[in-house]
């Protein structure tokens, strides 16, 4: 059974920083790409970063240089590290393989950016 959990969504002030963790099972994690993806309220889902197998990255032009994605195969996990994050950035974050799948997605974790 696959399983992705996310974590490290919380809420933080316009310019902190967060960083956000998947934890991947049933699924042999090195022989995949990952993403993240965020949903903004009202609007659909979009994606937001993804590194490749070998750890190729590339990132939505509204994240660059603020966001950092990374993978540790060692512990099958991807991680989204957030920076100077914006009121827009607000939206929960869901981490899923590249390209993504309809089953391979988690419960999601919840960014607030608020003052």
């Known amino acids: 059974q696959v399983q992705l959990v996310e974590s490290g969504g919380g809420l933080v002030q316009p310019g902190g920083s967060l960083r956000l963790s998947c934890a991947v099972s049933g699924i042999i994690f090195s022989r995949y790409g990952m993403a993240w993806y965020r949903q903004i309220a009202g609007k659909q889902r979009e994606w937001v970063a993804r590194v490749t197998i070998s750890g190729f990255t590339n990132y939505d032009d509204s994240v660059k240089g603020r966001f950092t994605i990374s993978r540790d195969n060692a512990k099958n996990t991807v991680y989204l590290q957030m920076n100077s994050l914006k009121f827009e950035d607000t939206g929960d974050y869901y981490c899923?393989?590249?390209?993504?799948?309809?089953?391979?997605w988690g419960q999601g974790t919840r960014v607030t950016v608020s003052t």
């Open positions: 899923t393989v590249d390209p993504p799948r309809n089953d391979y």
